[in-house]
C-alpha cells in the first residue's frame, strides 16, 4: 500500500541527497587483513523505521534507481582508497541506471563488487543476468548475498556465477564444533569453493565463530567481532589484539 508520508520523504531526501552511509570491514582470514569495506546505507530520518523501509518506500515513489546511484556516490566519495561491495535493490534492475557510464562504480580506483540477495534471481533473472553482464564487462565482480535465508536456489548462484558467495548470519550464528549446523556450513562451503567462489561468512559476532569460520576454510568475514560499521571507514583490529 502506498504510504504518502513515506514518499513524500523519500523525494524530500533525494532532493537534499540526504543519505547516510556506514562502512563495514571485510577481511581476508588467512592473512588477518582489510579486504574491502561494504558500503551500508542509512536512512536519516525518523519517518523510516529502518533502512529497507527507506528503500521500499523508494520503490513506491520511483526512484530506487536514484537512491541506489546516491548511496553508489557516497561509498566512492567516502571510501575512496579502498575496494567495496556495494549493495543493490532488486527493483534496480526495473530500471537502466546500473549500466550508464558515468555511474560512481565505474570511476572508483579499487575493486568493486556489486552485492544482490540470492532470491534476486528468481524473480528478475532477466533483467538481472543482462544488466550484470554489462557491467562485469566493465570489471565489476558480482556477489550473492544472504545465502542460507529463506529461499535458497543453487542452480541460479550456479548460472549467474558470482565470484563471491556470502552466508547468512543465520547459518553463522552459534556455529561450533562437530555439530550438525557445523557440518552443513562446512558443506554449503565446500559447494561454493566448487563452483570457483569465494565464501564471506557475514554477521560473524563472537570468536567462537570467527574460530569455527576459520577452521571450515572460509576466505573472508565481516561482523561486530571486528567493530561496528562506521563512517569514516573504521581501521580493522583483530579480536584479541590491543584497541
Known amino acids: 500500500m502506498l504510504d504518502a508520508e513515506k514518499v513524500r520523504a523519500v523525494h524530500d531526501l533525494l532532493d537534499r541527497q540526504d543519505v547516510g552511509i556506514v562502512f563495514q ?24 523505521a529502518s533502512t529497507p523501509e527507506m528503500f521500499e518506500a523508494a520503490v513506491q515513489a520511483g526512484r530506487v534507481a536514484e537512491l541506489g546511484r546516491l548511496h553508489r556516490d557516497q561509498a566512492v566519495r567516502y571510501c575512496a582508497g579502498h575496494a567495496l561491495f556495494l549493495n543493490v535493490e532488486p527493483h534496480e534492475f526495473d530500471f537502466g541506471w546500473l549500466v550508464r557510464p558515468d555511474d560512481p562504480m565505474f570511476r572508483h580506483r579499487y575493486a568493486v563488487t556489486v552485492e544482490i540477495t540470492e532470491s534476486v534471481p528468481i524473480k528478475y533473472f532477466s533483467q538481472c543476468h543482462s544488466v550484470l553482464a554489462e ?15 529463506g529461499f535458497s536456489n543453487i542452480k541460479y548462484i550456479s548460472d549467474l556465477e558470482p565470484e563471491v558467495v556470502k552466508l547468512d548470519r543465520d547459518l553463522i550464528a552459534g ?69
Open 25 to 48: 570491514p571485510i577481511v581476508e582470514l588467512r592473512r588477518r587483513r582489510l579486504h574491502a569495506y561494504e558500503a551500508l546505507a542509512r536512512r536519516t530520518t525518523s519517518t523510516f
Open 135 to 149: 557491467i562485469r564487462q566493465k570489471g565489476i565482480s558480482l556477489a550473492i548475498d544472504d545465502l542460507g535465508a
Open 175 to 243: 556455529v561450533h564444533g562437530d555439530t550438525r549446523q557445523y557440518r552443513l556450513l562446512g558443506s554449503l562451503i565446500e559447494l561454493c569453493h566448487e563452483l570457483d567462489a569465494e565464501v564471506i561468512a557475514e554477521g560473524v559476532e563472537t570468536e567462537t565463530e570467527l574460530h569455527s569460520v576459520i577452521d571450515l576454510g572460509v576466505d573472508y568475514a565481516q561482523g561486530y567481532v571486528f567493530g561496528r560499521p562506521a563512517n569514516p571507514p573504521p581501521d580493522l583490529i583483530w579480536p584479541g589484539t590491543l584497541r
